[in-house]
């Protein structure tokens, strides 16, 4: 929280950092009736991927477009994005569903229906304008955090939740359940200590 308190310095001169593939709006919208509810469906797009080259911009889009999250050039809606429209924007959209590649979960994404004239696809140069500010005091203290997972009970808790709460294999899924009851053991034999004795522990910066 402190962290994102500190904000961004804006640079004297932009960096160039890579590629945008974007979706625009162009003027023809001003031509519709309807056009704050364009706008508002706009809103709530991913309308840009990135990449260092036009090549690598176009790749992730290809890839987005694989994965249901593009259709006909134009992003779809995730359901959450659906229900903050207003009526007359929902009517924009289509409902439809497909299977996640990974865990095979049934999803239900929404196409956006809008006037061909009203926007374009195009490669737009991207740029860093702005830098995060960067208070020592507060990286030192996340680095002394870091540090704490380090020690035995802490460091295999950590790395079993990092490794296996996004994987849906059945193999993997039988050796996080194996793993889980030690790190649960371990959890449990720290609720032995208060803080303060943890805290005054030695770090021990060897991974078991």
Not at 30 to 56: L, N, P
Not at 60 to 87: C, M, V
Request: glycine share 4%; with cysteine; net charge positive.
């Amino acid at each position: 929280m402190e962290k994102r308190k500190l904000g961004y310095v804006a640079l004297e001169k932009p960096i160039r950092h890579g590629w945008f593939r974007e979706v625009v709006i162009t003027r023809k919208v001003e031509r519709y009736r309807y056009k704050a509810a364009i706008m508002e469906v706009y809103a709530k797009m991913q309308t840009y991927h990135w990449g260092k080259t036009k090549a690598d911009a176009q790749e992730q889009w290809d890839e987005a477009t694989r994965g249901f999250y593009i259709h006909r050039n134009l992003p779809t809606l995730s359901k959450r994005q659906f229900n903050k429209l207003s009526q007359k924007a929902q009517g924009l959209c289509t409902p439809f569903q497909f299977r996640h590649e990974k865990s095979h979960k049934l999803i239900t994404r929404f196409y956006v229906r809008i006037p061909k004239g009203v926007y374009k696809i195009k490669f737009s140069r991207a740029y860093v304008t702005h830098s995060r500010i960067v208070d020592p005091e507060i990286e030192s203290e996340l680095d002394w955090i870091d540090s704490q997972l380090l020690k035995p009970g802490y460091y295999e808790a950590e790395q079993v939740l990092n490794r296996y709460h996004w994987d849906h294999k059945f193999d993997n899924y039988l050796r996080f359940k194996k793993e889980n009851k030690q790190v649960k053991q371990t959890l449990r034999n720290l609720k032995h200590y208060s803080a303060d004795q943890l805290i005054k522990e030695d770090v021990s910066w060897e991974i078991n």
